[in-house]
């Protein structure tokens, strides 16, 4: 008996000893990941993306992993900071810009500062591909959308930015903020829901009083719409009879593709939201890879022409254009912007008189299958006016997601703010 009262202790000794080892185990190990989560699970690279003829920054490019589509831009000082699991340090990264020779290297010849990037351009050339009228081409596009681009659900992380200045003080106004954009084309209707994951406003408030006339509330708007959802007036059926589409003599390439460039205008000048511009079109799936455009003048007054109340609200231009890029054999929204120069008086003592450059600009980071909504209704971004109060720049706000580096403008604001607390 007392043998076997020794050898029950002595099991149960080992039982207990086996246990902590197997706890401490699962500690170790929930403490490594975190770890390397926290420290390595991620490599940071920063740099810059130059043109290699005359070293401008190049603030539309795109560096990105195509196997995985991890990706961002440059901010408008053409710097960036690309962030990805360390199992793609093996991946190769492609840099790319409309109209300039794309580069490619693998993830881990990336330095984690200092990195120059050139991308050389590539002259427009000429082509022939017996193309007699274009708006049966566009029309073949339009109806070739459903092929081209993602036609089930889908949801980007993206990063929105929105900046005022004004010409004599600078930036005024800083919004930035990490978004989460549902597709859902194979909806009727079809809609794009957009939440607010991180953001952070940085507002000069002496300053921004003089603009509170300004109409556009919430910019995610009108920078994440994309093809598959919502076609642009001009080339939607009814209305393209009011545009003339001319094809240009030369070719431009995007990533190796060779690119049609087409130009339209309206007909008639006082077409109601008129728009002229280009659209980079690729001739053998139809696929539209870039739209850029400005509002005419009275296109303009459409969109921005407020004479009612104390302050007068005049555009004097608008640019945009909207880029795609092809991940997994469909064309995705890759960055779209948006620039504003508005005029704004004070109708009633005449105080001031402010020309204002409104900036809003999209940059998609990843694109993944959507099985289920995230985003309940009382989550859809509604202002871009309501993020969060900040003084300060810091990039660590962002962790983990990726980011744009805030331009030099941004800066000079958050240390104004910083001065005057």
């Not at 004004?166 to 794009?192: D, H, Q, S, W």
């Not at 008639?268 to 739209?291: C, F, N, Q, S, W």
């Not at 007054?301 to 004097?316: F, M, N, P, Q, R």
């Amino acid at each position: 008996m007392q043998h076997k009262k020794v050898s029950n202790w002595v099991f149960f000794k080992h039982v207990i000893r086996f246990t902590s080892k197997k706890l401490l185990i699962c500690v170790y190990i929930l403490w490594a990941s975190n770890n390397l989560v926290g420290q390595g699970g991620y490599y940071i690279a920063k740099g810059k993306i130059v043109e290699k003829e005359n070293f401008s920054p190049l603030n539309q490019a795109y560096i990105c992993i195509p196997s995985t589509g991890y990706g961002t831009a440059p901010n408008l000082d053409g710097d960036f900071i690309f962030q990805f699991p360390n199992l793609s340090l093996d991946s190769v990264v492609m840099v790319s810009h409309i109209g300039y020779k794309s580069v490619t290297f693998k993830a881990n010849d990336l330095k984690n500062e200092d990195n120059v990037i050139f991308l050389e351009k590539i002259p427009n050339y000429d082509a022939n591909y017996g193309l007699s009228d274009v708006r049966i081409m566009l029309l073949a596009a339009i109806d070739s959308i459903p092929a081209n681009y993602n036609h089930t659900p889908y949801y980007q992380n993206g990063f929105y930015l929105e900046q005022v200045n004004l010409p004599t003080v600078g930036a005024i106004k800083v919004n930035e903020g990490i978004l989460r954009v549902e597709r859902f084309p194979n909806l009727k209707p079809k809609i794009e829901k957009v939440k607010l994951l991180r953001g952070r406003r940085l507002d000069w408030s002496g300053q921004t009083q003089k603009i509170e006339g300004w109409g556009f509330q919430n910019g995610s708007d009108l920078v994440c719409r994309s093809l598959e959802t919502t076609i642009p007036d001009f080339l939607q059926k009814k209305q393209m009879d009011a545009y003339d589409f001319r094809l240009d003599s030369l070719m431009t390439t995007f990533e190796g593709l060779p690119l049609f460039i087409i130009h339209f205008s309206p007909f008639k000048p006082k077409t109601k939201g008129a728009k002229e511009g280009t659209i980079y079109l690729e001739p053998e799936t139809k696929a539209i890879v870039r739209i850029e455009y400005k509002l005419t003048e009275n296109g303009i007054k459409d969109l921005i022409d407020t004479k009612t109340g104390a302050v007068k609200i005049e555009g004097s231009a608008t640019h945009a254009f909207f880029q795609y890029r092809k991940f997994r054999n469909k064309w995705c929204l890759q960055e779209s912007r948006v620039d504003f120069d508005v005029n704004f008086e004070d109708r009633l003592d005449k105080k001031y008189k402010i020309d204002t450059h409104i900036l809003m600009r999209y940059v998609a980071f990843e694109n993944l299958p959507l099985i289920k909504s995230g985003i309940f209704p009382n989550e859809i971004l509604s202002s871009t006016n309501n993020f969060s109060n900040s003084r300060s720049l810091n990039h660590e706000y962002w962790a983990p997601y990726n980011h744009l580096i805030s331009s030099k403008e941004a800066i000079t604001l958050s240390n104004n703010l910083q001065k005057i607390r």
